[in-house]
DNA sequence: GCATTTGTCGGTATACATTTG
DNA sequence: GCAAATGTATACCGACAAATG
């Protein structure tokens, strides 16, 4: 007879006692990951309390501590105290955000967010007019590696329209907005560090935290962005090295955040000396056209951030450009990352670009991406009448509350066999699950709008039959 | 009279004890951090042992453990068992190598490895080719994020010439070697990880483990690169994941692999199930060239390896194009690091190089570049005669072996204020310092042949000089 | 070749913080 | 608002492994 008898205890998941040879903590963890990939453990599922598997397994408490945690880094399961450990949604399969696969074009793509790509048929005569320039040869060498100076006064030129002030001492052209995150993350952070985000944020941040073992930590908001008091008690309780923010446009939940939430997080930051990202990609849809709007949320904390604005959206998707803007403070580490995961960014790429900015062909592409969003936005209204008219107005995606409870993966696969690719509010989550669930709509993805009218009409569809 | 009298213990870091504050190890390990940044301690000092100082300080010697860890994992301090822990040569300053800054333009830069950039007006009749092309609004999307299907077949018959055999599934465009580098280790490895590199390796790679928080073990090796039975015998003691390996052309000790070698380094990599990144950025100046070349490590173990074939060097630097090569077994791993890091490649870059490769004119460059590097090699064995004809006879870098045995810095100070730009070894070395220096001397980096013969009859004057 | 020095690892004990009811 | 449940953080102990002489 065992030491203790849990024969008819209810442990929501009983490792094999046998199995676990020593050391104790990796061959539990390892059981546990392989019961959660396998599909033995449903996602959401509650774990045994640390105490309880201890006093099953006749060890010490902490000991499952340690097993727990390293499956919480890899993502797989995630910790509340008091309440206890839950079985992560997305652990058995990847979350991250690309195109449709080549097997799977016949598809209507409203998953990933483009920008309309019927635009850049724009930009063609610039990119043969930069291949006549006398310079061209200066393009492809190793020189400037934060970009030539003429591509960095056309970077500030363009910020400047958003409220940005910046040098070109402090500026550096990047190789596409998800680049510059990635950039900033290693030059601002360290694995292990603690990063506040919004409960929902963007997926491909989330599996770039992961993969750089950063801990997120979900942080309330509300219809004006995150609460600056909940920013402020996590970093009281749990040492916060930074925030990530998206404050002109929240992917996914369009929410757009007012002038006084940026002071009062303004003085959050500053008073725990946090670090934050501004991704600002949606400026150009915001600034001059929202009203209220007075500048980055950077502006207010200029040393401790690094800024970026990507051209990807805005003006091309294709060209791999994104500028960034850093404090003296942090150019440091920004100039080592840059050269240690980029070298430098294609200059013919910023020609392109600067090119484009300087022609003024860059404000008409502007144009008309933004009366394609009208257009886009318009759409969805007329197809969803009964949606509030919440968050940015001119989102390139929209983010529409559903009634199925099904598992994230589920309701997508329902929705791709109607021919249609949506992402699930499960992938952008961070933290425990919410009652409320949604589905992120892109609208500039689809390649015209007669198939983005004929999508949304099957979304609808689809989110009004039980059975998705 | 305090409990242990040690003020005549001749410790050589005494921490002050007042400022010991509660968590005690994070207090010790933030006083090493600014003793050692501040310069108080010296690179290369023994710290006390953990017993010693846990004594003096009358805690757990555990307790300095996680001090000295955190440091370690920093890069500030490395230790080894039996002998001790000591301070970081390059603690106290970034390693990370990029051109020179514009503010000293003036010096002949012998330090960043370029290219013979003299060659890029070969490519500009090509450009303009590429901007006339029908399909170039193609080019501009966020379609292909791993590369279009004729770009990837570009790729595959350059590689092909490498003996590297592969396919469009398993083959992905990159934004050059660097980002390839980093790319693969996101996929392949977590922090923490151990992977196995040569004694002196590759600058950039070591900043980038270091942010990454990746362990660095050092491994022996000899004429004939790394040492099999070094790696093994890290592999029992320390259960490395992986090892990074540059077998065409070490940088910076131009050391060429030899095929038992890399028969005998397979071997162990298989046993002990690591993963292995190969970095084949000198194919070009190696296959078909250097008599007993049979093709990459990976063709042996292609199942654990992510291998690395960089145009930079070979073709044009500007257009930051790499192609990278991988294992069904570690394609998921790698898709989601490009997405997350690049989203995608320039498309407008890959079709240059594509182009390029497709019309010949990437062959006659690399003739071009070859003739530069056999020059600039006799250019070199002219004024530095003494030299042994070790390592690769075509590298675009040598390395010098110097008398000096003052730190990395100083020397390399020294020769900028005589307007040389080089690295000293101390840059590219991992782990304990070795008696024997070096320079590596860049070859194809200086503007033009009468400017590189300056430059090296310079550093020959400069290493003769008892002030170097 | 064995003892000593020195660093590493895994498990444990205790104090504490958060959530929930 | 307090108590119970539950996860977290930090320090400590003992066994072990590598390098050195």
């Given at each position: 007879m065992p030491f203790n008898s849990f024969d008819d205890y209810p442990l929501s998941w009983r490792p094999d006692r046998r199995v676990l040879r020593r050391p104790i903590y990796l061959a539990l963890a390892l059981q546990l990951e392989q019961d959660i990939l396998s599909g033995y453990l449903a996602p959401e599922t509650k774990l045994p309390p640390q105490r309880e598997l201890a006093d099953?397994?006749?060890?010490?408490?902490?000991?499952?501590?340690?097993?727990?945690?390293l499956c919480e880094l890899k993502g797989l399961i995630h910790a509340v105290p008091g309440s206890g450990t839950f079985v992560s949604s997305y652990a058995a399969q990847p979350a991250t955000i690309s195109v449709a696969q080549p097997t799977q074009q016949s598809v209507i793509d409203l998953g990933i967010v483009a920008s309309f790509e019927q635009c850049n048929a724009m930009i063609l005569e610039t990119v043969r007019t930069v291949a006549e320039k006398t310079y061209l040869e200066q393009l492809f060498n190793y020189d400037h590696p934060t970009g030539m100076p003429h591509h960095k006064m056309a970077a500030i030129n363009w910020m400047q329209r958003f409220g940005v002030e910046t040098d070109?001492?402090?500026t550096a052209i990047v190789s596409g907005t998800q680049n510059g995150l990635t950039l900033a993350t290693f030059a601002l952070f360290a694995p292990g560090d603690r990063v506040g985000v919004d409960t929902y944020t963007f997926a491909n941040f989330i599996e770039l935290a992961r993969m750089y073992r950063l801990h997120l930590v979900p942080i309330r908001?509300?219809?004006?962005?995150?609460?600056?008091?909940?920013?402020?008690k996590q970093c009281r309780l749990n040492g916060l090295q930074g925030v990530y923010l998206v404050p002109s446009c929240a992917n996914p939940t369009t929410v757009v955040m007012d002038e006084s939430r940026k002071r009062e997080l303004a003085k959050v930051i500053s008073a725990h000396r946090l670090l934050l990202i501004e991704d600002d990609t949606h400026?150009?849809?915001?600034?001059?056209?929202?009203s209220g709007y007075e500048g980055p949320l950077t502006r207010l904390v200029p040393e401790r951030s690094v800024y970026l604005c990507g051209t990807s959206k805005s003006i091309c998707s294709g060209a791999r450009v994104a500028y960034m803007v850093y404090s003296d403070l942090l150019k440091e580490a920004v100039l080592k990352a840059i050269y240690n995961v980029n070298?430098?960014?294609?200059?013919?790429?910023?020609?392109?670009i600067t090119e484009l900015i300087l022609s003024g062909m860059a404000a008409k592409i502007v144009q008309e991406k933004r009366r394609c969003a009208e257009k886009a936005n318009r759409l969805f209204y007329d197809i969803f009448p009964g949606q509030k008219r919440i968050g940015h107005p001119l989102s390139f995606?929209?983010?529409?509350?559903?009634?199925?409870?099904?598992?994230?993966?589920?309701v997508e696969q329902g929705f791709?066999?109607?021919g249609i690719r949506v992402y699930h509010s499960d992938r952008f989550l961070c933290g425990p699950p919410q009652e409320q669930r949604f589905l992120r709509i892109a609208l500039a993805t689809a390649a015209n709008f007669p198939q983005l009218n004929q999508g949304l009409r099957i979304v609808r569809q689809g989110i009004e039959q039980a059975s998705i």
């Amino acid at each position: 007879m065992p030491f203790n008898s849990f024969d008819d205890y209810p442990l929501s998941w009983r490792p094999d006692r046998r199995v676990l040879r020593r050391p104790i903590y990796l061959a539990l963890a390892l059981q546990l990951e392989q019961d959660i990939l396998s599909g033995y453990l449903a996602p959401e599922t509650k774990l045994p309390p640390q105490r309880e598997l201890a006093d099953f397994l006749d060890i010490n408490f902490t000991t499952v501590t340690r097993a727990y945690k390293l499956c919480e880094l890899k993502g797989l399961i995630h910790a509340v105290p008091g309440s206890g450990t839950f079985v992560s949604s997305y652990a058995a399969q990847p979350a991250t955000i690309s195109v449709a696969q080549p097997t799977q074009q016949s598809v209507i793509d409203l998953g990933i967010v483009a920008s309309f790509e019927q635009c850049n048929a724009m930009i063609l005569e610039t990119v043969r007019t930069v291949a006549e320039k006398t310079y061209l040869e200066q393009l492809f060498n190793y020189d400037h590696p934060t970009g030539m100076p003429h591509h960095k006064m056309a970077a500030i030129n363009w910020m400047q329209r958003f409220g940005v002030e910046t040098d070109a001492e402090h500026t550096a052209i990047v190789s596409g907005t998800q680049n510059g995150l990635t950039l900033a993350t290693f030059a601002l952070f360290a694995p292990g560090d603690r990063v506040g985000v919004d409960t929902y944020t963007f997926a491909n941040f989330i599996e770039l935290a992961r993969m750089y073992r950063l801990h997120l930590v979900p942080i309330r908001g509300d219809e004006h962005g995150m609460l600056a008091e909940e920013l402020e008690k996590q970093c009281r309780l749990n040492g916060l090295q930074g925030v990530y923010l998206v404050p002109s446009c929240a992917n996914p939940t369009t929410v757009v955040m007012d002038e006084s939430r940026k002071r009062e997080l303004a003085k959050v930051i500053s008073a725990h000396r946090l670090l934050l990202i501004e991704d600002d990609t949606h400026a150009f849809l915001t600034s001059g056209i929202l009203s209220g709007y007075e500048g980055p949320l950077t502006r207010l904390v200029p040393e401790r951030s690094v800024y970026l604005c990507g051209t990807s959206k805005s003006i091309c998707s294709g060209a791999r450009v994104a500028y960034m803007v850093y404090s003296d403070l942090l150019k440091e580490a920004v100039l080592k990352a840059i050269y240690n995961v980029n070298v430098k960014t294609s200059a013919l790429d910023a020609e392109i670009i600067t090119e484009l900015i300087l022609s003024g062909m860059a404000a008409k592409i502007v144009q008309e991406k933004r009366r394609c969003a009208e257009k886009a936005n318009r759409l969805f209204y007329d197809i969803f009448p009964g949606q509030k008219r919440i968050g940015h107005p001119l989102s390139f995606y929209r983010w529409l509350p559903i009634q199925s409870k099904k598992p994230g993966i589920e309701v997508e696969q329902g929705f791709l066999q109607l021919g249609i690719r949506v992402y699930h509010s499960d992938r952008f989550l961070c933290g425990p699950p919410q009652e409320q669930r949604f589905l992120r709509i892109a609208l500039a993805t689809a390649a015209n709008f007669p198939q983005l009218n004929q999508g949304l009409r099957i979304v609808r569809q689809g989110i009004e039959q039980a059975s998705i």
